[in-house]
Every structure is written in C-alpha cells, then in structure tokens.
C-alpha cells in the first residue's frame, strides 16, 4: 500500500487486502447452563510479511499494543470449541484462528499503514464479547456485583501470568490506550491501570478526565478521521 503526501481515510475494502486478522476465543461456563462468549486476544498482520505459522504469533513481539473496551462484534472465521469453567480461567491457553475484522479494527489497521507497523496486538479491559456497547457495561456490571466473576477481564489478578505474555512487546512499541469514556468502566479501566500505569502510554484523554482515552470509532464519520490523524500526530508520525 502507497503512502501519499497527506492522511487519507483508507476505505476497509482496500484495508483487507493488507491485513490479516487472528483472535483466540473461548466460552466461560458459569455453572452446567450459563455461557459467556469471549475473546482474549486480536493479532493484526500484515500479509506481506513472510510466511508464518498462526499459533506462534502469540509468542512474537508486536509493533504496538492497544487495549480497548471488549471485543465487539469481531467473529472467528471458523468453528471455535473452546471451553473453560471460570473457576480455571488462570489456566486459559491461547490457540488463534483466522477473525472476520470489525469496524473498529480497521481504525488500527489505518494507523498500522501510516506508521509502518506490521504487526499489532489488540487487547481489552473485558473479553466479554457483546456489539452493543451499553449492553456490555450492564452485563459485566452483573456479572462482577452479583456473582462476583471479575476474571472475564485480563488484567484480573487470576491472570497476571496471561497478562505478562501478552504484553511482551519489541523494544520501542507503544502501548495505546483506547477503552473510551463511559464512567461505568472506572472499575475494568482502574484494574488495568493498577497493573500496567508504570510503562509508557499513548491515547487521545478527553479534557477534564484521568483515565477516558477516546474510543478509535466513534459515530461520526468526520471523528473517526479525527481519531486516527489526532494518534497519529501524537506518535509523530508524518505522511512519507
């Protein structure tokens, strides 16, 4: 894919003949009924890279990192069978498998174009999988006061060993924060913090707030491109 002299808001018909996309997904069984789809982990690659073998690319180092809200609408190109009961979440193993990309997905991938980067890992302050963002926030709300499942996050302390793995990185990567602004994530958005404030962090903060990094898609068309040139100029990144 050619750089031009300017941003250019890349269409995700072009995005998809550039990138690949891999995510590890698995099922929680609450008791004998309940189950909870969820994803742990996205890889995006680029497929001019070399040859590759899928399962390794949870051992390799990433260009960036970026940790988000939940997975959203993201879905395994193929039949996934992965189960756990909660109660072993700390014994979770990654196996990857070909993703369809969301819209969200493609924001990364148009940073990933201007910045060079081959290689990105998206991570999420919830694995709960659900589109709707405001669904999403009832239902770990639930699902932490109620039952007291708080594992469902990758930054829980039942997964601290998961967590170093997946945030190896190489040398300069950054790690970009981009969870969004609801104030019901204060809990998901205080954990990740807890484990991980010590290493360096790039994200557009909405004014007046802490910890409220702006979500990479937001409704408008116009924001969204304000979204990726704003990171980009945060990461000094010119148009070649």
């Known amino acids: 894919m050619e750089h031009s002299n300017t941003i250019k808001f ?14 590890h997904f698995y099922s929680i069984y ?3 009924e309940d189950k909870i789809d969820c994803r742990s982990v996205l890889e995006i690659v680029a497929k001019n890279i070399t040859q590759f073998d ?38 979770l193993e990654t196996s990857l498998v070909p993703t369809k990309p969301d819209t969200t997905q493609y924001q990364v991938m148009r940073v990933m174009h201007y910045c060079d980067w081959h290689h990105v890992r998206v991570l999420n302050i919830s694995d709960l999988r659900n589109p709707k963002s405001g669904e999403f926030v009832r239902f770990y709300s639930k699902l932490e006061n ?3 499942f708080t594992a469902h996050s990758l930054f829980d302390d039942k997964r601290t060993a998961e967590l170093e793995l997946k945030l190896k990185r190489k040398r300069s990567a950054p790690i ?17 913090l807890d484990k991980i404030s010590k290493e360096p962090f790039w994200g557009l903060l ?18 969204k491109e304000t979204w990726v040139k704003n990171l980009l100029v945060q990461l000094n990144i010119k148009p070649a």
């Open 10 to 23: 890349i269409p995700a018909n072009d995005l998809k003949k550039y990138y690949n996309v891999f995510g």
């Open 30 to 32: 609450l008791n004998s």
């Open 54 to 91: 899928i399962d390794s690319l949870k051992n390799q180092s990433p260009d960036a990192i970026f940790i988000m809200m939940n997975p959203g609408s993201s879905k395994p190109l193929e039949e996934v069978d992965n189960n756990i009961s909660w109660e072993n979440i700390n014994h």
């Open 146 to 148: 109620k039952i007291g």
């Open 176 to 192: 970009i924060y981009a969870w969004g602004i609801n104030k019901r994530l204060d809990p998901l958005i205080e954990r990740c």
């Open 206 to 223: 909405k004014n007046n707030t802490d910890n409220k990094y702006f979500h990479p898609l937001p409704s408008l068309q116009k924001a």
